[in-house]
T-cell receptor, first 112, second 116 residues
Framework: GEDVEQSLFLSVREGDSSVINCTYT??????LYWYKQEPGAGLQLLTY?????DMKQDQRLTVLLNKKDKHLSLRIADTQTGDSAIYFC????????????FGKGTRLSVIA | EAGVAQSPRYKIIEKRQSVAFWCNPI?????LYWYQQILGQGPKLLIQ????????DSQLPKDRFSAERLKGVDSTLKIQPAKLEDSAVYLC??????????????FGPGTRLTVL
C-alpha cells in the first residue's frame, strides 16, 4: 500500500525560508496535499497540487512535485512565528474517492 | 458553511470502559471518514462511509471498534472495551460527492481520548 515519509523536525529563523520534504510510493494519486495542524486543532488544508503539475505557487507557499522521484516539497517563504505547526504530506491511497495516507508530520519551529 | 462538527472534544476513561464519539459532516457530503491519530503520528483511516454504506473498514479493529452512519448523515464511532493503546485523537472528515476542484476532505477538530 501507499507509504508516505517525512522528516520529523525543522527549525528556522523568522524571515528565512522553510522547506519541508516528503516522499511517497504510489504514483497513481491525482492530487497531493499539504495539511497544517496547530496545537489542539484539527487538520487544515494548506495547499495541494495536481499530479500533472511540477510546481504550484500560492502567495508565500510553493509546492514542487517530482513524479519521477515521487518527491513532494513545500516551501514557505518569509517564515513567520505563526507558521509554527505540524505539516502533513497526504496522498490518496488510490485515484478517486479514497482515504488519505498521511506522513508522520514535520514539526516546524520558527525562532524569533 | 458550517464545518465538520465533533463531540465531545475531550474524553478520559479507564481501560475496559466504553466510549462513543459523534460526528456531523458538512451538509450534503456523502463521504465520511474516521481517522485515528496517535501522538507523534499522522492520521490513519479507521473506516470510510459512502452515504450509509461502509466502503472501507479494513483497518478497523472490529473486536472492539464499531461505527455506524444509519441515515447517511451523522456518524458515531464506539470503542468497547477501551485499551490503553486507544489513547489518540479521533478525527472525522467529510467530502462532497464530486469532491470539489481538488477532492478535498474537510476535517473536524477531533476528539482527544485518554485511556487510563
Amino acid at each position: 500500500g501507499e507509504d508516505v515519509e517525512q522528516s520529523l523536525f525543522l527549525s528556522v529563523r523568522e524571515g528565512d525560508s522553510s522547506v519541508i520534504n516528503c516522499t511517497y510510493t504510489d504514483s497513481s494519486s491525482t492530487y497531493l496535499y499539504w495539511y497544517k495542524q496547530e496545537p489542539g486543532a484539527g487538520l487544515q488544508l494548506l495547499t495541494y497540487i495536481f499530479s500533472n503539475m511540477d510546481m504550484k505557487q500560492d502567495q508565500r507557499l510553493t509546492v514542487l512535485l517530482n513524479k519521477k522521484d515521487k518527491h513532494l516539497s513545500l516551501r514557505i517563504a518569509d517564515t513567520q512565528t505563526g507558521d509554527s505547526a505540524i505539516y502533513f504530506c497526504a496522498v490518496p491511497r488510490n485515484s478517486g474517492n479514497t482515504p488519505l495516507v498521511f506522513g508522520k508530520g514535520t514539526r516546524l519551529s520558527v525562532i524569533a | 458553511e458550517a464545518g465538520v462538527a465533533q463531540s465531545p472534544r475531550y474524553k478520559i476513561i479507564e481501560k475496559r470502559q466504553s466510549v462513543a464519539f459523534w460526528c456531523n459532516p458538512i451538509s450534503g457530503h456523502a463521504t465520511l471518514y474516521w481517522y485515528q491519530q496517535i501522538l507523534g503520528q499522522g492520521p490513519k483511516l479507521l473506516i470510510q462511509f459512502q452515504n450509509n454504506g461502509v466502503v472501507d473498514d479494513s483497518q478497523l479493529p472490529k473486536d472492539r471498534f464499531s461505527a455506524e452512519r444509519l441515515k447517511g448523515v451523522d456518524s458515531t464511532l464506539k470503542i468497547q472495551p477501551a485499551k490503553l493503546e486507544d489513547s489518540a485523537v479521533y478525527l472525522c472528515a467529510s467530502r462532497g460527492v464530486a469532491g470539489g476542484l481538488n477532492n478535498e476532505q474537510f476535517f473536524g477538530p477531533g476528539t482527544r481520548l485518554t485511556v487510563l
